[in-house]
T-cell receptor
Framework: GENVEQHPSTLSVQEGDSAVIKCTYS??????FPWYKQELGKGPQLIID?????GEKKDQRIAVTLNKTAKHFSLHITETQPEDSAVYFC?????????????FGTGTSLTVIP | KAGVTQTPRYLIKTRGQQVTLSCSPI?????VSWYQQTPGQGLQFLFE???????NKGNFPGRFSGRQFSNSRSEMNVSTLELGDSALYLC?????????????????FGEGSRLTVL
């Protein structure tokens, strides 16, 4: 089965700095890579995703890059703000006709220091 | 539009008991998945239901089971509870029009049911 590894497990940055979270996956058949943000007491919420036919995707201060050859993808948050403090999870999934089964990383607890 | 609703939000059980958790998906969503979240382990996939059929199952023992009703609401059951079953159980729904039909893949999570086993 798929194995997703995520690093670092904790990350502290000063407000305004950038934050980078990295994930690797093992199954070359995976083709959909979402990132979820989980705030305290809430369920995870999708913030950005990328499919295997795209190398990079950006949405305002958030960007995701994908390297299919190396089987790794990264989340980049620029100009961090205190409200970015949360736990971030990367995930990998296979084509839709196999159903909604996602393999998640173990999470990165991001703290943005004002 | 109402989000994913999970009940109960918190519960305490003792070893050997069983528990049933409920999930009401977003209206129109036919796929419901369950995940177990524990510190350091992230989210681990339990199972997924679509149109009342279990479509995928994770690597959990048979004590973990689930079902989906015709209105897409889902329940999961854990029998013979163990201390290690203490976790946040998350339900997620997804809009999927049918096998092979393109969809976004986005999971919409509820706030979870926090189970403590004593």
């Amino acid at each position: 089965g798929e194995n997703v590894e995520q690093h670092p497990s904790t990350l502290s940055v000063q407000e305004g700095d950038s934050a980078v979270i990295k994930c690797t996956y093992s199954d070359s058949a995976s083709n959909y890579f979402p990132w979820y943000k989980q705030e305290l007491g809430k369920g995870p919420q999708l913030i950005i995703d990328i499919r295997s036919n795209v190398g990079e995707k950006k949405d305002q201060r958030i960007a995701v890059t994908l390297n299919k050859t190396a089987k790794h993808f990264s989340l980049h948050i620029t100009e961090t703000q205190p409200e970015d403090s949360a736990v971030y999870f990367c995930a990998a999934s296979k084509p839709p006709n196999t159903g909604n089964q996602f393999y998640f990383g173990t999470g990165t607890s991001l703290t943005v220091i004002p | 539009k109402a989000g994913v609703t999970q009940t109960p939000r918190y519960l305490i059980k003792t070893r050997g008991q069983q528990v049933t958790l409920s999930c009401s998906p977003i209206s129109g969503h036919r796929s419901v998945s369950w995940y177990q979240q524990t510190p350091g382990q992230g989210l681990q996939f339990l199972f997924e239901y679509f149109s009342e059929t279990q479509r995928n199952k994770g690597n959990f023992p048979g004590r973990f089971s689930g079902r989906q009703f015709s209105n897409s609401r889902s329940e999961m059951n854990v029998s013979t509870l163990e201390l290690g079953d203490s976790a946040l159980y998350l339900c997620a729904s997804s809009l999927e029009l049918g096998t092979g039909v393109a969809y976004t893949g986005e999971l919409f999570f509820g706030e979870g049911s926090r189970l403590t086993v004593l």
